[in-house]
């Protein structure tokens, strides 16, 4: 006689159906009435107890989730908490939001406070990642996934994007568009995603025979993309014809500094961002921009957070999601020649 518990498959093997099937039938999804019956049957003469109401009897509490932010005024946020929340929700699980800024230190203060016990799992998605943050994060006591990039050979569960080949798509979009030469306007190099992207764009820059300009703002903010680029956009013989922006709100600022410029985008400047947030059909004209799969990152995560909680010894995995170029009005074609 075994202890464990019945699982999904078995159950569906029981009732004579996929387990997409059963899934379907047990969180109200589009099944026929005879598979819902054939389900619930097969449920009851197994014993089989939902992973939801497993881990509910098993921490003898509603289970909860603390996700860790930057910035919850970034729209990339705002869609990974949305993706985040209705996992979480079907699971079972409360979601709760924190906003830690974009200091290492500040995450690494959080990260020691969950030893306290006021969520059983937690997912941060760090700007930067020091020594310190890395020594908290793997003395950790509850679950832990990080969305972003961490070292190969450190054992914490990961969601990344390829953001590098998120780059070269932009750069290869604008060339191919008939822009000679693309500046990139960047975030805080010393951040996770500041620095590979400068990375990435100074290879594209190199490999299409282009020497890289780069304009390098305070934070990721459209506020700090608009102080950055004042001088430049009015300058005529200065201003760049194409530029590839790290983030949306970057990308924004970009195309506010063209318009206090008298500068068209679109007709006079090319301009891509990264993210492909709510933000890229808000604007005038929509901007082109690369999207980094923020739903299927936060989704990701919440699935590999879960898996954690319920197998704690499993070995630790990395997950990679790919991006791709959304294109808009932002970047048209251009006659061969631009500058």
């Keep these: 006689m075994t202890n464990q518990r019945p699982t999904l498959a078995q159950v569906a093997r ?26 619930r049957a097969a449920v009851n003469e197994l014993g089989y107890v939902p992973d939801a109401t497993a881990r509910l009897l098993k921490l003898g509490h509603t289970p909860s989730i603390a996700c860790a932010v930057p910035d919850i005024a970034n729209p990339i946020y705002v869609e990974m908490v949305k993706a985040m929340e209705a996992v979480a929700k079907r699971e079972g699980f409360r979601l709760t939001l924190i906003s830690v800024g974009s200091d290492a230190g500040e995450i690494s203060d959080l990260v020691r406070s969950m030893d306290r016990g006021f969520a059983d799992g937690l997912i941060i998605t760090p700007l930067r990642v020091t020594d310190e943050l890395l020594e908290a994060l793997l003395t950790l006591s509850v679950p832990l996934v990080v969305i972003g990039r961490i070292d ?14 998120g780059v070269r798509i932009a750069i290869d979009h604008l060339i191919a568009a008939g822009h000679r030469a693309v500046t990139l306007v960047n975030g805080p190099a010393d951040t996770t995603p500041g620095g590979a992207r400068l990375d ?57 500094a063209a ?79 631009s500058q």
């Design 200 to 256: 990435a764009y100074t290879a594209a820059a190199h490999a299409h025979g282009f020497a890289p300009r780069v304009v390098t703002a305070a934070d990721f903010t459209t506020e700090a993309a608009l102080d950055a680029l004042g001088d430049l956009m009015a300058d005529a013989d200065a201003r760049p014809s194409a530029v590839l922006a790290t983030n949306d709100l970057l990308a924004v600022g970009v195309m506010r």
């Design 259 to 337: 318009a206090r410029a008298g500068v068209q985008v679109g007709a006079d400047l090319g301009v891509v961002g990264m993210d492909d947030t709510v933000y890229a059909n808000l604007v005038h004209p929509p901007l082109t921009s690369v999207s980094l799969g923020a739903a299927e990152r936060a989704t990701r995560a919440v699935e590999l957070l879960l898996h954690r909680i319920d197998h704690p010894g499993r070995a630790h995995r990395r997950v990679t999601v790919d991006p791709a170029l959304v294109s808009r009005e932002s970047s048209p074609n251009r006659k061969e020649g």
């Design 152 to 165: 190969a050979d450190v054992p914490i569960d990961a969601v990344g994007v390829d953001s590098e080949a």
């Design 14 to 39: 029981h009732a004579g159906v996929s387990v997409a099937s059963v899934s379907r039938a047990l969180n109200g999804g589009s099944a026929s009435r005879d598979t819902v019956e054939r389900v």
